[in-house]
Every structure is written in C-alpha cells, then in structure tokens.
Nanobody
C-alpha cells in the first residue's frame, strides 16, 4: 500500500517559519511530479510548488522567494520550507506525487492526508 504522509504543520505567528515534510512509503519504484498544494474552506485546491524536472521547480507567484521545495531521493521525501509566513498562507497543505510501484507500472497520482498550517497576525 503506497502512502504519502505529511507532517510539520502547526500554528505560527506572521513572519515565522515552518518546514513541512511529505514521506512516501510502500512499494515504490519511482516518484515524479512531486507537488505541494493548499486549500482553504470554500476554495479550490491551489498549487504551491511542483517539480517540473530533476532540476526545476515551479512556484506559485504568491510564495516565490518565501517558500522552497526540496527533495531527498533516498528517503522518498519532499520538504517545503516556508519562511516569512503571512496570515493568507493559512490553509491545509497537501503533497502529491506520481508513483510507479514497479518498473512496468503505468503509475498513478497519490495524495497525502493534509496538514494544517495556521498563521496568526
């Protein structure tokens, strides 16, 4: 059973920092298209950051210069370092990845359960 599990959310004051983690576990051959998304009540889930290639990550304009996504291939884990947090960053943050369980597997998108980030003013 493949799972993505996020951690690291919490309550922080504006201007503070948090680091989210997303670990993939289970039978995994490869993971690509890692992404971080966020969602607030009544709104659609929006992209925060997404890997385009091994060396390129795309960020939403609203987080550029403040958030940094990184990957640990050996641990099948991605991170989202969030600095200079603002109240409007408050949301549930989800990670996703396109996972192939075996070499010949077509693959599928997997999502974590989400972690709450609350930024107080």
């Amino acid at each position: 059973q493949v799972q993505l599990v996020e951690s690291g959310g919490g309550l922080v004051q504006a201007g503070g920092s948090l680091r989210l983690s997303c670990a993939a576990s289970g039978s995994i051959f490869s993971i690509s298209n890692w992404g971080w998304y966020r969602q607030t009540p009544g709104k659609q889930r929006e992209l925060v950051a997404k890997t385009i290639s091994a060396d390129l990550i795309n960020y939403a304009d609203s987080v550029k210069g403040r958030f940094t996504m990184s990957r640990d291939y050996a641990k099948n884990t991605v991170y989202l370092q969030m600095n200079s947090l603002k109240p409007e960053d408050t949301a549930v943050y989800y990670c996703s990845g396109y996972i192939r369980k075996v070499r010949w597997d077509q693959g599928d998108d997997y999502w974590g359960q989400g972690t709450q980030v609350t930024v107080s003013s």
